[in-house]
């Protein structure tokens, strides 16, 4: 049995790293791709399947993500059981509002996005790239993280939310951590950008429960600004899917001059009510972090104007960091 410290979080606000935990077990590194031999080098490549990144990797180097490498002639996850933060969290903070509302969820963050957003709020984890590792590395079996989530039921406990980094890039881990955590009694809940392939995303939803999804902006040209090629269309399906089939939230962070105007915001929440107009809604105000220090925080008169037009198509729009 593992020996873990956590640390209870009151903050709603919003889903940024709460606290590490000492977390000492044996990693196991799991397989995932395809392999193809080039011609004039003869060398092995491996392509990874999980985001439309579609990386080439050759043995040894790090996909986009820096949580996925080649090794052995397939891309692996290389950050499969590496904790770098676990806090026992109010699900409000996912943000999850209207998903049993006042419980308590376990949340776990590894390294590693397939995103390259100059405004991230987890920079510190989800820009570390597993060649060039800082910080603590707390390594975890998906057997003793649903351990330490059963053993939290009586903190009010409901499950475990993979979170904090992009957990989709560390798909492998999730899986099989998920699989566990049904078994055992508790639910799944993702944070993620939504950046992922179908095939991948379709397998992993039968053992999810709820999902709160970024939808980043309603322009591909925004979507190209942050390293996301077909970015806006992959984003769209990951969440029209998981809407049918679990419970899902989106949240926006509204950047000044960037995804702000009431026309995209308009014509955004007019296509999620296309999709269910009760999938609740989440306009985050934005504040100057990692590379983007040159904005403003958006004018909370900004949030509550983008309110009233989401509220014309929505049933449920909520408000963050205000």
Request: with cysteine; net charge negative; proline share 5%.
């Amino acid at each position: 049995m593992s020996l873990i410290n956590i640390e209870s979080s009151t903050n709603a606000a919003s889903d940024t790293i709460s606290t590490d935990v000492a977390f000492g077990t044996t990693s196991v590194t799991a397989a995932f791709g395809t392999t193809s031999v080039t011609a004039a080098s003869n060398d092995t490549v491996a392509t990874c399947p999980v985001c439309p990144h579609a990386c080439t990797l050759k043995e040894g180097r790090f996909g986009a993500c820096g949580a996925r490498r080649a090794s052995g002639g397939v891309v692996v996850a290389d950050n499969y059981g590496k904790l770098t933060s676990l806090a026992l969290d109010p699900i409000e903070k996912k943000p999850l509002v209207r998903y049993h509302p006042g419980a308590m969820i376990l949340s776990a963050g590894s390294y590693g996005c397939n995103l390259n957003c100059s405004f991230c709020q987890n920079s510190d984890i989800s820009r570390m790239h597993g060649n060039r590792l800082s910080g603590r590395i707390n390594e975890s079996t998906p057997e003793n993280l649903v351990e330490a989530a059963v053993s939290l039921k009586s903190r009010g406990n409901i499950g475990l939310a993979y979170t904090y980094n992009e957990p989709l890039v560390g798909f492998e881990f999730i899986l099989d951590t998920a699989r566990l955590a049904h078994e055992a009694g508790l639910l799944n809940v993702i944070v993620s950008n939504g950046y992922i392939n179908e095939p991948v995303f379709r397998e992993l939803l039968s053992h999810l429960d709820a999902a709160n999804i970024d939808l980043k902006a309603f322009s591909q040209k925004f979507y190209d600004m942050v390293g996301a090629p077909e970015g806006l269309k992959t984003v769209k399906r990951s969440i029209a899917l998981a809407a049918q089939f679990i419970h899902v939230e989106v949240t926006t962070l509204i950047i000044p001059g960037l995804n702000d105007s009431v026309e995209e915001i308009d014509e955004l929440t007019a296509w999620l009510a296309g999709i269910d107009a009760s999938i609740p809604y989440h306009l985050s105000r934005f504040h100057p972090s990692y590379r983007m220090l040159d904005k403003p925080p958006t004018p909370r008169s900004t949030i509550l104007k983008l309110t009233e037009i989401a509220q014309k198509h929505l049933k449920y729009v909520y408000t963050g960091n205000i």
